[in-house]
C-alpha cells in the first residue's frame, strides 16, 4: 500500500478518535517515527511526511492553493562539504598551525572558500552595525580584504527585536559588504547559545541549501564563513591588547566590545560537492466567507522538515524532530480540523502552510512570502518547537509589541484563563529564527506562540534542560515526557486566536512604535 492511501486512511481512523490530545500525538507519533528518519529537506523521508500532510489537508477539507494542488515546488541547490580533503589552518608569519574540522573549527557550505594567500583576522566585537542607535561594531576598524572574527551576541542596550534583526544573515552581511570584509569567524558564547559546540559539531557535515535563484542568496559577496569552538580558539587571541575569556565575559554581561587587529591570518580551501534538489512546501486554504474580506487571508504556519541523519549520540542518529517541528505540524492538522467544524466561519481566508527548509535558513517560508499561492496576506501565525514540556498556564508571544494583535490575542488568552508574557529570553533572538520572519520581511505582522514560564521556576528549568539535552538532538523523540493535554489547550488558542483575526473588521497592522513597521507594504 502507498503511503498516501496509508495517511488517507489513518486520517479517517484518527478523526473519530475522542480525545484531541491523542489525535494531535498521532500525528507526532507518525512525523517523528524513526521511518521517516528525521525528515531532511528534499529526502524521501521529507516526501514521505509531506504526502501525510497533503493527506491530512485533505481530510480536514482544504481547499488546494495552487495549479500544482497543495504543493508549492521549490528548486534548491544543495552543497556538501567534502571534509576529507578541505583544510584550514591559522597562519602566523611563515609557520602555518593547522585546526582540526570538527574538533576546532566547523566550515560553512553556504559561501565558496579557496584560497592559498592568507588573509588578516580582524576582531569586531559582536560583528554588528545598527544605524537607528548609532552602533557599529566596525567604526573605525580596517577589515577590507580581511576576515571578521565576532562573537555571537550583541550589546544589552540595544531592544531585542533590533537586535534580532541586525543579528541575521542578511544584514549582518550587508554591514561586512559596506566594510569590505571577505568572510566571517563566528566564536559561539557558551554561556548563551543553545547547542554546546560537542552536539553542533555532529551536524557539521550535513548539506547546507540554498534558493537556486541566487538573486535571494543573502550571504552574496562573502568568501568565506566559519566558526570556531571556544574552547580552542583562545589561540586566536594569543598576544592580543584583550583575552578571549575577557570577551566572553563582557559578553555574557551584555556589555560593549573592543575591536582590534588579531596577529593571525587565515589559510582555508573548502571542497564542496553540489547537487540540485527539489522539495515542496504545502498549502491548504478554508475559504473566507465574508464579502469584502474573502481577497485577504491568514496565514498559519509550521515547518516540517528537521535534520535528517547526523552524528551519532548515545547510538542513536536519527534526529527524530517530535518537538522541533511535528509538534507544530501536528498542530497545524489539528487547528484545520476544529476549524471545518467550527460553528463560526471565517470571513478572510485562513491558510494553513507546512514550510521546508527552515533549518536550512528558512528557505520555504522566503519563498512562500516572495511567491504566496494564497490571496493577499495580511497576518502570520506561526508555531514552532513550542515545547508542551508542562500545563498551559502562560502563552510566551514573539512579537507581542509590534502589532494590532496583541488586543485579539489578550482578549483570546482572557477567554481561556491563560496568562500573555513577550520573550522571556530575548537574548536568544527567536524572533528571526523561524519562520514569521520570512513573513515579517515582506511587511506581514507576525506572532510566534509558545509555551510561557517564570523564570527560575520548574517550568522554566524543564524548558532550559530541554534545551541543553534535545535541542537539535536524536532525543527530541518520542520517548520523551509531553503534556499532551496541554497541546490540546494550545491548539484550541490558535483556533479562537485565528478565527478572530479572520473575522475583525480591521486588518492587522504594525504598531507606530515598532521597528518591523519599514517592511509595511
Not at 577589515?143 to 544573515?169: D, E, M, N, Q, T
Not at 514573539?398 to 482578549?411: F, H, I, W
Not at 477567554?415 to 537574548?427: A, H, I, S
Amino acid at each position: 500500500m502507498r503511503l498516501f492511501g496509508l495517511a488517507a486512511i489513518t486520517a479517517a481512523l484518527w478523526a473519530a478518535s475522542p480525545s484531541p490530545a491523542d489525535r494531535w500525538w498521532k500525528h507526532v507519533e507518525f512525523l517523528a517515527s524513526d521511518h521517516l528518519q528525521g525528515r531532511a529537506t528534499g529526502s524521501p523521508g521529507y516526501e514521505q511526511a509531506a504526502q501525510y500532510v497533503a493527506a491530512q489537508m485533505t481530510a480536514a477539507g482544504l481547499r488546494p492553493c495552487g495549479a500544482s494542488g497543495y504543493r508549492q515546488p521549490l528548486r534548491l541547490v544543495e552543497r556538501r562539504l567534502i571534509e576529507d580533503q578541505s583544510k584550514l589552518a591559522l597562519v602566523s608569519g611563515d609557520k602555518d598551525i593547522p585546526l582540526k574540522l570538527g574538533d576546532d573549527a566547523v566550515l560553512s557550505t553556504r559561501v565558496q572558500t579557496e584560497w592559498s594567500t592568507p588573509i588578516p583576522l580582524v576582531f569586531v566585537g559582536y560583528g554588528l552595525s545598527i544605524p537607528e542607535r548609532n552602533y557599529d561594531d566596525y567604526r573605525g576598524q580596517d577589515v577590507k580584504g580581511k576576515i571578521a572574527v565576532y562573537i555571537a551576541g550583541s550589546p544589552a542596550h540595544i531592544p531585542g527585536p533590533l537586535r534580532a534583526h541586525f543579528s541575521s544573515l542578511a544584514e549582518r552581511a550587508k554591514a561586512l559588504r559596506a566594510a569590505g570584509a571577505v568572510g566571517t569567524l563566528m566564536i559561539p558564547n557558551p554561556k548563551t547559545t543553545d547547542v554546546p559546540w560537542s552536539r553542533a559539531k555532529l551536524t557539521r557535515l550535513q548539506p547546507t541549501m540554498a534558493l537556486a535563484d541566487t538573486s535571494t542568496d543573502d550571504a552574496k559577496g562573502l568568501r568565506f564563513s566559519a566558526s570556531l569552538n571556544p574552547d580552542r580558539a583562545g589561540l586566536v587571541f594569543e598576544n592580543a591588547p584583550t583575552k578571549l575569556q575577557e570577551l566572553l565575559d563582557l559578553a555574557t554581561a551584555g556589555k560593549p566590545l573592543p575591536g582590534f587587529a588579531l596577529p593571525f591570518s587565515l589559510r582555508a580551501q573548502a571542497v564542496v560537492e553540489k547537487r540540485d534538489v527539489v522539495s515542496e512546501n504545502l498549502c491548504g486554504i478554508l475559504p473566507g466567507a465574508g464579502p469584502t474580506l474573502k481577497s485577504e487571508s491568514v496565514v498559519l504556519s509550521a515547518h516540517l522538515d528537521h535534520l535528517g541523519r547526523g552524528g551519532a549520540i548515545n547510538g542513536d542518529e536519527i534526529y527524530n524532530g517530535a518537538m522541533d517541528n511535528a509538534s507544530g505540524i501536528a498542530t497545524l492538522i489539528e487547528v484545520a480540523r476544529l476549524l471545518r467544524t467550527s460553528k463560526t466561519k471565517p470571513r478572510r481566508n485562513i491558510a494553513f502552510v507546512a514550510v521546508t527548509g527552515e533549518e536550512k535558513g528558512m528557505l520555504g517560508s522566503k519563498y512562500f512570502a516572495t511567491h504566496p499561492t494564497v490571496p493577499s496576506i495580511v497576518a502570520n501565525i506561526n508555531f514552532d518547537m513550542y515545547l508542551p514540556l508542562h500545563a498551559l498556564k502562560t502563552v510566551m508571544v514573539l512579537g507581542l509589541d509590534e502589532s494590532t494583535m496583541r488586543k485579539p490575542l489578550d482578549q483570546v488568552c482572557a477567554r481561556l484563563g491563560l496568562k500573555v508574557q513577550p520573550d522571556m529570553e530575548p537574548q536568544r533572538n527567536r524572533f528571526i529564527r523561524s519562520d514569521q520572519y520570512s513573513f515579517i520581511q515582506q511587511g506581514v505582522p507576525a506572532l510566534a506562540l509558545k509555551f510561557g514560564y517564570e523564570l527560575n521556576t520548574p517550568e522554566h528549568e524543564l524548558q532550559k534542560q530541554w534545551v541543553a539535552k534535545r535541542y537539535h538532538a536524536p532525543s527530541d523523540d518520542l520517548t520523551q515526557t509531553v503534556d499532551k493535554q496541554a497541546a490540546a489547550q494550545f491548539n484550541r488558542l490558535i483556533e479562537e486566536l485565528a478565527l478572530t483575526l479572520a473575522n475583525q473588521s480591521e486588518r492587522p497592522r504594525w504598531n507606530d512604535t515598532s521597528f518591523f513597521k519599514r517592511f509595511a507594504k
